[in-house]
């Protein structure tokens, strides 16, 4: 796996006004950071309450937005006041219940926030004339999955059977409906964004892989893990974030051309089992395979296999991945090894570290 050279230009992003809904989550604090070191003007909105704990957004000044307001995507009013004043040229919509075992017991609030969150964005953002892009950030999980171990083109059906995933199905349908019917000769071009299984230093969610990992090893207990031999597209939280901004810029630049989904997902090479990971984050802590608890097979219905298929991506927007899966997890470790040891400044340090290393290689000046 290899980056496919500097692609995008320093400039384009400084002082764009940036507005993304769900800031205060792992993939909203990275791009937050992301975007502030590129010199934009971020905004974020997000619920208030509704964050882990611990949780990257309140453990530092580096994943926040420079301005933000607390509020309700399924608020139509409230989501409404703060488009009209921040007036924004670029939105990310992030904001989302994103968790299949929470959708399972709390499923009306699922489909609340992914479904009605997105309806209200795409209706509101069509009367804001400032904005000329929209990204409405998905998942590998939108689509209609038998397990028969293919890749997922974005022409593939969409669906889920979980409430999570169909609830992303349904988002990304949305889409579709608001591009072709509101936004195909309008001020602002849309599209979606369809990721796999990210990982990063600072992500604290119940039910996922790494958090649970490095929970784990702080407290000392086994690693109790379901499902050892699910694969998912593992890729460090950097690349799909990259693929985020590559894609609003071409829909900033070329409008409509560039709207649709887009895949964004490591090579196939790179998908590996939920055992391969754990075996791999264990070695680069230095710790032994001892401390791992095979659970079985998860009491919740979840895809086996999932593969992404990112030629549209590569092809039209010259984007790759620039990590594999080893080096994804070793600067996920650097990071939960400086919040375990509870050295704000460490973590900090790295974590700006791993941003700007990742621009120098992916960015002209």
């Known amino acids: 796996m290899g980056y496919m050279g500097k692609i995008m230009k320093l400039s384009f992003w400084k002082d764009k006004k940036v507005l993304i809904t769900g800031n205060t989550g792992f993939k909203g604090c990275w791009l937050s950071a992301l975007l502030n070191r590129l010199g934009a003007t971020t905004y974020g909105y997000s619920l208030e309450n509704d964050r882990s704990e611990p949780n990257l957004f309140d453990f530092g000044g580096t994943g926040k937005t420079d301005f933000y307001r607390f509020g309700d995507v399924a608020n139509y009013e409230m989501l409404e006041s703060y488009l009209d004043e921040v007036q924004p040229d670029i939105v990310f919509h992030l904001a989302a219940q994103p968790l299949v075992r929470k959708s399972y017991i709390k499923p009306v609030d699922t489909y609340q926030t992914n479904v009605i969150g997105t309806i209200n964005l795409l209706d509101i953002a069509r009367k804001v004339d400032s904005i000329k892009a929209l990204v409405n950030v998905t998942t590998d999980k939108c689509y209609a999955n038998n397990d028969l171990g293919k890749s997922f083109v974005e022409s593939d059906s969409l669906g889920g059977n979980d409430p999570y995933s169909a609830s992303k199905a349904c988002s990304e349908i949305i889409t579709h409906s608001y591009q072709t019917s509101f936004f195909a000769d309008s001020h602002c071009a849309i599209a979606s964004a369809r ?106 219905k979840e895809s086996i296999l999932l593969s992404l298929d990112s030629q549209k991506a590569e092809h039209y927007l010259n984007w790759k991945g620039a990590y594999n899966t080893e080096q994804a997890i070793e600067l996920t470790a650097s990071l939960y090894s400086a919040w375990l040891e509870k050295d704000k400044t460490r973590f900090h340090s790295i974590w700006l570290h791993q941003i700007d290393d990742y621009i120098k290689l992916r960015f002209e000046n």
């Open 195 to 300: 990721a796999g299984n990210v990982i990063g230093g600072g992500d604290w969610s119940e039910d996922r892989l790494l958090p649970d990992i490095f929970r784990s090893l702080y407290n000392n207990e086994k690693i109790v893990i379901r499902n050892p031999s699910y694969t998912r597209p593992w890729q460090h939280v950097l690349d799909p974030l990259f693929g985020y901004l590559l894609l609003a810029h071409q829909l900033f630049v070329e409008g409509n051309k560039f709207s649709g989904g887009w895949n964004f997902g490591p090579e196939r090479s790179e998908v590996a089992s939920v055992l391969d990971v754990v075996e791999k984050t264990l070695a680069v802590m230095g710790k032994s395979k001892a401390m791992i608890e095979l659970e079985g097979t998860a009491g919740l």
